[in-house]
């Protein structure tokens, strides 16, 4: 019982420390500009999910159940619901924005994407 | 999760309820990705309003990660003083998360509060009815995290010997997942909603 306790006091302050470092490590690159444009986006939020899994595994316990693995397969589950929703999501809008373009724009879009020529 | 009932002697009602509480948490998750969706979508449409970059104070969001991850933290050791009966550590440290979790909502209350007073409410644009409903939310959960909170320690204070029972115990467990579970989310809206707000793309 008193070592499970010192176990689980020990995963707290790593997580806890992990998770601080992640957390400064992006704001740093955000506010000293280190990276710039998508480079940057890619590298906060893949610094993100690193630190959800941190906390995932260190906080929640996440893994550390007996088989079956209900809790694992249920957020298993949510990922991918989660993933089609906000990139779906994305797609959809996205597409929509520029088929629905304004006028101003289409003959740019046409030119640009679609390989006409002003005569 | 259930790490900590494998080790203490429990029924199978105890993580039958824990994992209710965890497909909760993860409907939780899919509303919370349905609005960061909407956020997505809407985060260009100031309507000839300010977008992110001018509205957010980094060194404030910043302050504020860190009292939420703190709270995170000090969530976790209270429930480890519980299972190890040590009734006056686990007071402490909820009392701790407690005032971290009050420090945290009080100031996202008032960052709201100085948004509408400059007139960037939500009806400013789609982008910030966007913002407001997805930082609301989570606000939301934080109220009633820090309502659990206080009933948890009055019952602790109410408690007659010093032995913690199964039920308060699965019952701090599972609030110690929704607070934990808070946290998981607030790094998504501090990367997505602050971070990347501050970003020229």
């Given at each position: 019982?008193n070592a499970?306790?010192?176990?689980?006091?020990?995963?707290?302050?790593l997580?806890f420390?992990?998770?601080?470092i992640?957390?400064?490590?992006s704001?740093y690159?955000v506010?000293?500009q280190?990276?710039a444009?998508?480079?940057?986006v890619y590298a906060?939020?893949g610094?993100?999910l690193l630190?959800v899994?941190?906390?995932?595994l260190?906080?929640?316990?996440?893994?550390h159940?007996?088989e079956?693995r209900?809790?694992l397969?249920?957020?298993?589950?949510?990922?991918?619901?989660?993933?089609?929703?906000?990139i779906?999501?994305?797609?959809?809008?996205?597409?929509?924005?520029y088929?629905?373009?304004?006028p101003?724009?289409?003959?740019?879009?046409?030119i640009?994407?679609?390989?006409?020529?002003?005569? | 999760m259930?790490?900590?009932?494998?080790?203490?002697?429990?029924?199978?009602?105890?993580?039958k309820?824990t994992?209710?509480?965890?497909?909760?948490l993860?409907?939780?998750?899919v509303?919370?990705?349905?609005?960061f969706?909407t956020?997505?979508?809407?985060?260009?449409?100031?309507?000839?309003?300010p977008?992110?970059?001018e509205?957010f104070?980094?060194?404030?969001?910043?302050t504020e990660?860190?009292?939420l991850?703190?709270?995170?933290?000090?969530?976790g050791?209270a429930?480890?003083?519980?299972?190890?009966?040590n009734?006056?550590?686990?007071?402490?440290?909820f009392?701790l998360?407690f005032?971290?979790?009050?420090?945290?909502?009080?100031?996202?209350?008032?960052?709201f509060?100085?948004?509408?007073?400059e007139?960037?409410?939500?009806?400013?644009?789609?982008f910030?009815?966007a913002?407001?409903?997805?930082?609301?939310?989570?606000?939301?959960?934080?109220?009633?995290?820090?309502?659990?909170?206080?009933?948890?320690?009055i019952?602790?204070?109410?408690?007659?010997?010093r032995?913690f029972?199964?039920?308060?115990?699965?019952?701090?467990?599972?609030?110690?997942?929704f607070?934990?579970?808070?946290?998981?989310?607030?790094?998504f809206?501090?990367?997505?909603?602050?971070l990347m707000?501050?970003?020229?793309?």
């Open positions: 019982m499970s306790i010192e176990r689980g006091r020990r995963q707290y302050v997580g420390g992990l998770s601080i992640t957390t400064l490590t704001f690159l506010s000293r280190i990276l444009g998508w480079d940057l906060i939020v610094l993100a630190q899994i941190i906390q995932l260190c906080f929640l316990h996440v893994g159940e007996k079956p209900w809790n397969l249920a957020l298993d589950f949510t990922l991918i619901v989660v993933v089609i929703v906000v779906g999501t994305l797609w959809i809008m996205d597409h929509l924005n088929h629905m373009t304004s101003s724009d289409t003959d740019t879009y046409m640009q994407d679609e390989g006409f020529q002003k005569r | 259930n790490e900590t009932l494998a080790e203490t002697p429990v029924n199978e009602n105890t993580s309820t994992f209710g509480f965890w497909l909760y993860m409907t939780d998750c509303l919370f990705a349905s609005l969706a956020y997505a979508v809407l985060r260009n449409n100031t309507f000839g309003g977008g992110g970059g509205l104070s980094q060194p404030v969001v910043l990660t860190i009292i991850l703190t709270s995170s933290f000090t969530c050791l429930v480890l003083a519980a299972r190890a009966n009734k006056r550590q686990m007071l402490f440290y009392g998360t005032l971290l979790g009050a420090t945290f909502l009080f100031m996202e209350l008032s960052e509060r100085s948004l509408v007073i007139g960037n409410s939500w009806r400013r644009s789609g910030l009815s913002f407001f409903t997805l930082v609301g939310t989570h606000g939301l959960h934080i109220t009633v995290g820090l309502i659990w909170i206080a009933v948890m320690m019952r602790t204070l109410k408690m007659r010997g032995k029972s199964e039920t308060s115990l699965k019952r701090l467990l599972m609030l110690s997942m607070w934990h579970f808070l946290d998981l989310i607030w790094i809206i501090f990367t997505f909603v602050y707000g501050g970003v020229q793309l």
